[in-house]
């Protein structure tokens, strides 16, 4: 479904560039959920913004879908960003839409009639469970209720893909935990593929089938939730672990292995 094969992307910069991606190999299958782990700088949202063409790659190749991200011409990026729906740390909804007016953006931009934006609207709030909030401005929503509509609008084209940028890591562990949640219910009742990348390990553990480990712009690590959280291999994962553990509590249960 994504399929990222020794991909490079250095950013220019004054004094050489900065290396953001070295040589990633990466394979996200159909339907499942799959997580990056890192820190801060380790490549985490370059690799996940290659994946809608927000960033290009120098090296390598990247097929979604189907289709080669390097030969796939203005159409195909198109087509491409439409099938893939993208969610933010901080939510980048439109301030003077509503929350209707925000999950309907997309679909205007794509010229859907009227009738038939109001419907997948409709079935939408009830899938993010905000119905009530229909008519309310971004402004008096909760963090929460935010990322709600968020995942509304990026759901809004009915895409294959969903891509999560940090998704919970402004909210608190209860109002993240119901987000993630939401996610694993798209997922498993939607059958979209989720690509997240966070910094919390916690939400990763949660709702991710399998698991990847960026450190410098390498990705070190990857494979089975169980495997890679419950026994790591390198020692970057094992300190990531250990920084995340909450008074000893480990991230999986060892005996799922
Ligand atoms: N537009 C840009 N121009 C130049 N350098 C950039 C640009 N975007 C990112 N970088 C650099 O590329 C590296 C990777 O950045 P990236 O944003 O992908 O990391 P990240 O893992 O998402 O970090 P964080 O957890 O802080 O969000 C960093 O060294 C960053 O400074
Ligand atoms: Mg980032």
């Known amino acids: 479904m994504i399929e990222f094969q020794r991909i490079s992307k250095t950013y220019p910069s004054k004094d050489g560039g900065v290396a953001a991606l070295k040589n990633v190999s990466l394979m996200v299958t159909s339907r499942e959920i799959f997580g990056v782990i890192g820190l801060s700088g380790a490549g985490k949202s370059t690799l996940l913004r290659l994946v809608n063409g927000l960033e290009t790659f120098d090296e390598g190749s990247l097929t979604v879908d189907g289709v080669d991200l390097k030969t796939s011409g203005k159409k ?19 301030h003077h839409r509503n929350v209707a007016g925000n999950i309907a953006f ?20 009830g899938i993010v469970d905000l119905k009530e909030k229909k008519h309310h401005y971004p402004a ?13 609008r990026a759901l ?32 498993r009742e939607c059958g ?3 690509l997240m990348i966070s910094h919390q390990l916690s939400a ?13 712009g390498e990705l070190i690590e990857q494979g089975a939730k ?15 672990i250990e920084s995340s553990e909450i ?3 480990p991230l999986v249960k060892k005996e799922v292995v």
Do not use: W
């Open 247 to 249: 008074h000893g509590k």
């Open 106 to 125: 997309p679909l205007e931009l794509l010229g859907y009639r009227k009738p038939e934006i109001n419907q997948r609207v409709e079935e939408l709030l």
């Open 76 to 94: 195909g990026l198109r087509d491409l960003r439409q099938n893939t729906g993208m969610i933010f740390q901080h939510y980048h909804l439109l």
């Open 226 to 240: 169980e495997q890679v959280l419950g026994y790591p291999r390198e020692a970057y994962t094992k300190l990531l």
């Open 156 to 187: 809004a084209t009915n895409p294959k893909i969903l891509l999560c940028d940090e998704a919970t890591s402004s909210l608190d562990p209860i109002t993240g935990g119901a987000i993630l949640t939401l996610l694993e219910k798209i997922n």
């Open 192 to 194: 979209v593929t989720i």
């Open 204 to 216: 990763v553990s949660r709702i991710c089938h399998r698991v990847g480990v960026l450190k410098d």
């Open 140 to 152: 008096v929503l909760s963090g929460g209720q935010r990322q709600r509509v968020a995942i509304a």
